[in-house]
């Protein structure tokens, strides 16, 4: 945008009175021995400078005040809010996951919680070293999300799930953005992947829902699964194949997957099954609301 | 607001909304809403633009404010954050078109032009006498400065800041701080003149 003015110069003259002027706060006055000339051109160059008075602008309004001190105690409230210590809640709203007063200490004490219970289950140790790693990434998640809710208004990141509004009946959902708290730092990027997975592509599957989902979701006070190990048929399921609704995640061998829940817990299940719903899909029976997650 | 606090230096007055004084800070904000919200819409365009980087620059002042070296001035710290906001603002609303003036003209290596504002000023209005149009030109004429030109023509005219205040606010070489401040002069005029022989056309 520069290059337009690099070609544009005041002659040396000009040049060398205004960096007087400026020495004296554009005083004219206060500039000693000048010649006529001098003075002159400080004039010309004051006479320019004086249009820039004409810009047209507006005295600050009586509220602009006001409106700034509450901007400041919106953030001394919100920073207060980070010292305490809460138990993580969500509730959901139309535009994803909302969240009330998480804290860093709850949060931070359930990853290590989650880790110390994932130890002592003692399955295959490449296994359950995956298991526990992909907690702990999952966790990160959790509590980048928390983090990002508190600073936007209680909203968690979302993006349009295009790629599976055939299984809307054409209405594009929407699914949490995991990948906007890596970009603004509220995770790593690698906390974005199970390590069982491989790296390749996404490695979670998040809760995808319609607009108007979120709401009846809100109304039914149950536990909610915001993300979870790779849902493994969606791919299935989008090219209209037969799939098992049944199908555990690959990625933890025979150890189930993880499911970061609303209330801010990891559990693992070992079969794609919780609390009545499927993690995946529907099992085929119409309950009227599901958990639908995709990647 | 205390008769107290209104005889209160600016930096006393930072001093004393970090040791809990509620109203210190209302002070503050009282003495420069006026020549920090003008200063922040000829930088960024608009009144409505202005009174929300009004309210980032004091948030900033208040988190920064321990950070605040006493024994320098505040308002050219005031300026310089309010200049990084506008700067910041800029970044996230950067539509602006910007005017190529005499691009076409020769002088110090190609392509390079003087401005000689001593002739110029034998074809210019009072300032006084401008109309709402002329006024408008003015306006056009320094929303067209890129943003780097713009904020020093400013501060150093409206603020009265010295090439070395700027230069540490901006933490820029002096010579840039003074090549700029010719450049956005030159530019200035140049974009003002070229608009009224416009109109008059």
Redesign the interface.
């Known amino acids: 945008m520069s290059n337009s003015f690099d070609h544009l110069k005041l002659c040396k003259a000009d040049a060398d009175m205004l960096d007087q002027l400026v020495d004296v706060g554009f005083e004219v006055d206060q500039l000693e021995y000048l010649t006529p000339e001098d003075k002159q051109r400080a004039n010309s160059i004051l006479k320019m400078l004086n249009f820039l008075d004409a810009y047209p602008v507006e005295d600050a309004s009586d509220t602009l005040i006001d409106v700034t001190l509450a901007r400041i105690n919106q953030y001394e409230a919100k920073r207060a809010a980070r010292m305490q210590i809460h138990t993580p809640e969500l509730e959901t709203t139309r535009r994803g996951f909302k969240l009330r007063m998480p804290d860093l200490i709850t949060v931070a004490a359930m990853i290590l919680l989650t880790v110390s219970v994932f130890a002592m289950l003692g399955k295959s140790a490449r296994n359950q070293s995956i298991n526990n790693e992909c907690a702990t990434n999952m966790a990160m998640v959790g509590r980048g999300l928390f983090y990002y809710a508190l600073d936007h208004n209680g909203n968690t990141p979302t993006e349009q799930a295009t790629e599976v509004a055939s299984l809307f009946g054409g209405i594009i959902p929407e699914r949490t953005n995991a990948e906007v708290l890596a970009a603004e730092e509220y995770c790593e990027h690698h906390h974005l992947n199970c390590p069982g997975h491989g790296g390749e592509g996404r490695g979670f599957s998040y809760q995808t829902q319609s607009a108007a989902m979120w709401d009846e979701i809100q109304s039914r006070g149950k536990v909610f699964i915001i993300m979870s190990d790779l849902n493994p048929i969606l791919g299935r399921m989008l090219a209209d194949k037969e799939f098992d609704p049944l199908t555990p995640s690959p990625t933890h061998g025979s150890l189930g997957q993880n499911h970061l829940r609303d209330d801010g817990s990891i559990a693992s299940g070992a079969a794609p099954v919780f609390g009545g719903d499927l993690i995946w899909v529907l099992d085929g029976k119409s309950r009227g609301i599901d958990i639908f997650l995709t990647h | 607001m205390s008769a107290e606090t209104t005889q209160q230096t600016d930096e006393e007055l930072l001093s004393a909304h970090i040791d809990g004084d509620s109203g210190a ?2 002070e503050l ?2 003495r420069y ?2 020549n920090l ?2 200063f922040l ?2 930088f960024v365009g608009s ?1 409505a633009a202005a ?1 929300d980087v ?2 980032e620059t ?2 900033q002042i ?2 920064s404010a321990e950070t605040f070296d006493p024994s320098r001035r505040f308002k050219p710290w005031l300026f310089t954050i309010a200049a990084n906001k506008g700067r910041d603002w800029h970044r996230k609303h950067s539509k602006r078109t ?6 076409e ?1 020769g ?2 290596g190609e ?8 002739e ?2 034998q074809e ?1 209005p009072d ?1 006084t006498l ?1 109309d709402t149009e ?3 030109s ?2 056009n004429a ?1 929303e067209q ?5 713009r904020e020093i ?1 400013l501060l ?3 603020q ?1 800041m ?2 070395v205040q700027i230069s540490e606010s901006l933490h820029i070489p002096l010579g840039t701080v ?1 090549s700029r ?3 956005a ?6 974009a ?1 003149q070229t608009a009224n022989s416009e109109d008059d056309v």
């Open positions: 800070f209302e904000m009282d809403k006026n919200l003008h819409i000829r009144t009174e009004f309210q004091f948030l208040h988190i910007v005017l190529s003036l005499s691009q003209i002088g110090e392509g390079t032009r003087f401005i000689d504002l001593m110029a000023d210019l300032a401008l002329q006024k408008d003015i306006r320094v400065l890129p943003d780097h030109l023509l150093s005219y409206f009265q010295s090439y003074k401040l010719h450049a002069v030159a530019a200035f005029s140049q003002w």
